[in-house]
């Protein structure tokens, strides 16, 4: 089974605080790094499909950039909020690219 | 509304009584997937289906069965369940994945369903 690791595992900020995690993953055969936001009783949402190296996507507050050479992948949130706690997990399609992989996920909790 | 379904999202049944729980998208998508969220070891894929007819194994496909007959629908069966089967469960969709040439887009997910097995 490929091994999909995120770190931290949990992570307490501040508002207005900005912070990032890692997503690292075997860098050969890559074909698909997701991102998925993951309220408390409530499914997964997708925010970032990334595909090639050097790749960056944003929406809103939170970016991520990739590095399928090396094998990591970062999730930026700037000035975070209240509203931003969540799990945040990456999910990889490799090898047998149909599947998907997911890590064990970062728990952000955000407070005032 | 685009949307995933499952029913029930709530289950309590007993060792070895067969259940299905059902899945659905009304958003023509080809790829379907269901996956068990278990604590500590995150989203593990159970089987994942590309198209009708069209059904494989993910990481964790041992004591579940998936039938794939209408593009819409992708049940997941548990033909004699067993505590260790006790999770939350979720169905996803995608329009597509996987393929060379084609675009991996993003999973949809259903609610889940949350099933005990005693």
Request: proline share 5%.
């Amino acid at each position: 089974i490929l091994n999909v690791e995120q770190s931290p595992q949990s992570l307490h900020v501040q508002e207005g605080d900005s912070t990032n995690f890692t997503c690292s993953f075997p860098s050969s055969n890559f074909y698909a790094l997701h991102w998925y936001r993951w309220e408390t009783a409530k499914s997964p949402e997708a925010l970032f499909v990334m595909t090639l190296n050097g790749d960056e996507k944003k929406k809103g507050r939170i970016s991520a950039t990739l590095n399928t050479k090396e094998g990591y992948s970062y999730l930026y949130i700037k000035g975070s909020q209240p509203e931003d706690s969540a799990t945040y997990l990456c999910a990889l399609n490799t090898g047998t690219a149909s599947k998907l992989t997911f890590g064990t996920g970062t728990r952000l909790q955000v407070t005032l | 509304e685009a949307q995933v379904t499952q029913n029930p999202r709530y289950l309590i049944t007993v060792t070895g009584k067969k259940l299905t729980v059902t899945c659905s998208q009304n958003m023509n998508h080809e790829y379907m997937s269901w996956y068990r969220q278990d604590p500590g070891l995150g989203l593990r894929q159970i089987y994942y289906s590309m198209n009708v007819e069209v059904t494989d194994k993910g990481d964790v496909p041992e004591g579940y069965k998936v039938s794939r007959k209408e593009k819409r629908n992708f049940p997941l069966i548990l033909e004699s369940p067993s505590p260790n089967q006790t999770s939350l469960y979720f169905c996803a969709s995608s329009l597509s994945i996987g393929l060379r040439g084609k675009t991996y887009n993003e999973q949809f997910f259903g609610p889940g369903t949350r099933l005990t097995v005693l």
